[in-house]
Nanobody, 129 residues
Framework: QVQLVESGGGLVQAGGSLRLSCAAS????????GGWFRQAPGKKREFAAA????????YYADSVKGRFTIARDNAKNTVFLQMNSLKPEDTAVYYC??????????????????????WGQGTQVTVSS
């Protein structure tokens, strides 16, 4: 079993920044694509950002493009989400996710929640106006 643990959430004023981390542990797999999703109160979970195993390919939802940056440190089995210029509408529980990929799949990333096999427990991000 693989465990994903998010950290770095909290309360921040509009315009501020937060950096989320997602550390993987447990049964190791050689390669995985990473993603961040978020769920605001009363809304469905939505895609925010994705990164390939190689780190060369990233993809962002339009709502966060230009403000959020996803990155990874494979030596530490950790994926990050740097969030800048935060807005009240960014308030949500943020979840990280991992999708194992085959050896040839190092450049793949995924935007659908159904494509991910492992999920963290979520971390709350609250942006005050």
């Amino acid at each position: 079993q693989v465990q994903l643990v998010e950290s770095g959430g909290g309360l921040v004023q509009a315009g501020g920044s937060l950096r989320l981390s997602c550390a993987a542990s447990g049964r190791t797999f050689s390669r995985y694509a990473g993603g961040w999703f978020r769920q605001a109160p009363g809304k469905k979970r939505e895609f925010a950002a994705a990164i390939s195993w190689s780190g060369d390919n990233t993809y962002y939802a339009d709502s966060v493009k230009g403000r959020f940056t996803i990155a990874r440190d494979n030596a530490k089995n950790t994926v990050f989400l740097q969030m800048n210029s935060l807005k009240p509408e960014d308030t949500a529980v943020y979840y990280c996710a991992a999708a194992p990929v085959a050896q040839y799949g190092g450049s793949l990333y995924y935007t659908g929640s159904y494509q991910y096999d492992y999920w963290g427990q979520g971390t709350q991000v609250t942006v005050s106006s």
